[in-house]
């Protein structure tokens, strides 16, 4: 069992957390609008992120954001799994790592995503002994960064065939077997692989190549993402057949809830979101539930400005800003912070953004990257937080908010190894954000 160990600034309690009643529903809808985890109801708890309940139905006081803790720090025994996600063990397999966290939760392990509390960009996570589970060679008192994957001894044998087929066919993802026992701060207690959907927006071969990178399947398991794959929605699915009902389209598939718990559009114009808003309002709805909506470039600007729907982190919009050459790195304690090594944006029609003189986030935590020198809000590279500001980037999971991303740039490039290849660090950033989604964790 996990071991939590008690720290005086978090609530944490019991024993290792219950998979059962995880966010979201296996059987397909993410939660309901009023509610946080997919839980549809909080029979014991409240659900209503005022400290009293935690809302997943067990009646324990919460911390006041509707998850039930904070995070946890965790003792973890030898024999534990550790994915790294560094540059030092992880180089060439960095972006594929998370084809292999995908595929663990696709087979129900439950993983521990290790995230220092207060760290800064290329600070160490945890120290641990290990063993390549490849090679069998010993790694001593190795300070693991970037954010590693954790499986707890427990559930080895759950993982373990899923590890062992993963590393027979992907020769350059590397998995460690802890030799020595070890504590981490669990940040996220992931439980369930994303359901993912691409928007066919004209620029669909882009999110593709990024999940082609991690080798991260459509809903069928095909890995190419054809162009008739069900997840790949265009205009009318994600319209709808009505532009009263905003709940009426694929994302939701006839259902009260989304059936996704990802959805992304990675270039998409301006005047097309104009003459389709139908497109954009149903994109609001699906975040009033917990899901996460990833945009890139131009879908940045189609989405955020939109003047009858959009606005879902800004109060009047975001203006386009020059590319940075250099960066300052916010809030690198967060998932959507995890990344080793060098960084660099790329260009396109949106490589950065702005806010309007005298404008501010709808919270203050939004800002992850950004041009060096430059206040939050100037020259912004990578922005998130829940939709129109309802609770602090920060938090876990928001009630009746899904969660926003925003990285400027055209596409970015998926070559290794990642250390020699800073311009793919930007689909690190993206890759975190399929798990950080609040449908995939407890």
Not at 7 to 21: F, H, I, K, S, V
Not at 141 to 161: I, K, S, W
Not at 394 to 399: D, E, N, Q, R
Not at 420 to 429: D, K, M, S, Y
């Amino acid at each position: 069992m996990l071991t939590l160990l008690a720290l005086p600034e978090l609530a944490c309690g019991g024993d290792r957390p219950a998979t059962d009643g995880a966010d979201g529903d296996a059987g397909g809808t993410l939660g309901t609008e009023s509610g946080d985890d997919g839980s549809g109801s909080d029979e014991s708890g409240d659900a209503t992120a005022d400290g009293t309940g935690d809302g997943d139905g067990d009646g324990d006081p919460g911390d006041g954001d509707g998850d039930g803790d904070d995070g946890l720090v965790v003792a973890f025994g030898p024999g534990a799994l550790i994915i790294p996600m560094d540059t030092d063990f992880q180089d060439m397999g960095m972006l594929e790592a998370y084809g292999l966290l995908y595929q663990l939760l696709l087979a129900k392990v439950p993983v521990s995503w290790a995230i220092a509390p207060g760290k800064e960009l290329g600070d160490v996570d945890f120290t641990t002994s290990a063993v390549d589970l490849r090679s069998g060679a010993e790694v001593l008192d190795h300070g693991y960064r970037g954010g590693p994957f954790v499986v707890h001894p427990d559930d080895v044998a759950l993982a373990l065939p899923v590890v062992q087929d993963w590393l027979d066919a992907n020769p350059n993802t590397n998995v460690h077997e802890a030799s020595a026992p070890f504590e981490v701060f669990v940040a996220r207690y992931l439980l369930q692989a994303p359901t993912i959907a691409i928007f066919a927006d004209g620029n669909e071969d882009i999110a593709r190549g990024y999940l082609l990178a991690a080798k991260i399947p459509d809903s069928t398991g095909d890995l190419s993402w054809p162009d008739d794959s069900p997840d790949l929605l265009d205009v009318d699915e994600v319209a709808g057949p009505s532009d009263v009902d905003h709940q009426d389209g694929a994302l939701f598939g006839g259902k009260e809830a989304p059936i996704y718990c990802q959805f992304m559009s990675m270039h998409w114009g301006i005047n097309e979101a104009l003459n389709n808003p139908e497109v954009v309002a149903e994109v609001g709805q699906y975040l009033r539930f917990s899901t996460h909506f990833f945009a890139e470039c131009q879908a940045v600007n189609a989405f955020e400005n939109h003047p009858e729907f959009g606005h879902f982190l800004t109060p009047n919009g975001l203006e386009i800003a020059d590319r940075p050459t250099t960066y300052d790195f916010y809030r690198m304690d967060t998932p959507f912070g995890q990344h080793d090594g060098s960084f660099e944006s790329v260009g396109g029609s949106e490589p950065a953004y702005t806010l309007p003189a005298g404008d501010s986030y709808l919270e203050s935590d939004t800002t992850i990257i950004s041009e060096a020198g430059t206040a939050e809000g100037v020259a912004d590279v990578w922005m998130t937080g829940f939709r129109n500001g309802q609770c602090p980037a920060s938090a876990k999971v928001c009630p009746g908010a899904g969660k926003i991303s925003y990285l400027g740039g055209h596409a970015y490039d998926t070559k290794l190894p990642i250390s020699q290849n800073p311009t793919t660090v930007g689909v690190r950033l993206f890759l975190n954000s399929l798990f950080e989604a609040p449908c995939t964790f407890k």
